[in-house]
DNA sequence: CTGAATCCCTGCCGATACTG
DNA sequence: CAGTATCGGCAGGGATTCAG
């Protein structure tokens, strides 16, 4: 665990922003929430966690996600910076979903969110 | 950080729900997002980090919440486990607010939230 | 002081159909 | 194969009002 300030029992950063007093995009807590929102968005990400992934694939491993929010979420995904997308020439066309090294970052958020989950339901 | 065993790159857990291919509220991801779920939540849970507070406190930590949405939230986070309500006898009516130890927890995974989002923003 | 009830509006997401 | 277009139902959340 890090070193805890006085004043800030809870390891909370000592930074301006962790002073705001209403929903602001610019908080960054709330650009990992938005990065992450909506259903079947931790899915997306935990699948390319993985490894890299075609459109199919994700459908595949994915049987119960419509087209619509698959392409919605990678879209997200992407303009958040956690998501390249890389279209190959050639026809068929092929596309590959990979993470960014952001996208890689967000592994150990992703074990926070799990671990304290994983706690309280038990 | 713990341990990670072949195969899951990322340190995914090794746990049957980290294979489930659709969203469910039994995932511990699921359920820390949505304890943490909807607008002002982080927030709310952020200023009672600092310690607790009533309602009227928190009002005035939080001008632009309204009362609809903040007991929403606190009923949401008493439903999680996050928040204990304290209300004491006499008049008028005093109620306390205080993350219980779950609540707590909290911190370590806010804090995770905050660390990836100041990143990408840099 | 501490909330709950109501109203309304907006945005999410699921289903279906269609395109390069 | 890899998406986009469109529509409709439903839940989230803001303002206001009322209650214990």
């Given at each position: 665990m890090t070193h805890r300030t006085v004043g800030h029992p809870a390891g909370l950063p000592d930074d301006p922003r962790a002073s705001v007093t209403a929903p602001t995009p610019e908080c960054p807590v709330e650009i990992t929430?938005?990065?992450?929102?909506g259903r079947w968005t931790t899915l997306v990400v935990r699948e390319l966690l993985r490894g890299d992934r075609s459109y199919s694939e994700l459908r595949a491993a994915l049987p119960m996600l419509s087209d619509k929010v698959l392409s919605d979420r990678l879209a997200q995904l992407g303009k958040a910076g956690v998501v390249a997308r890389d279209r190959r020439p050639g026809w068929p066309p092929r596309?590959?979903?990979a993470l960014t090294s952001s996208g890689h970052r967000l592994g150990p958020v992703l074990q926070a969110l799990w671990d304290w989950g994983a706690e309280v339901s038990t």
């Open positions: 929430l938005a990065a992450l929102h596309v590959r979903y």
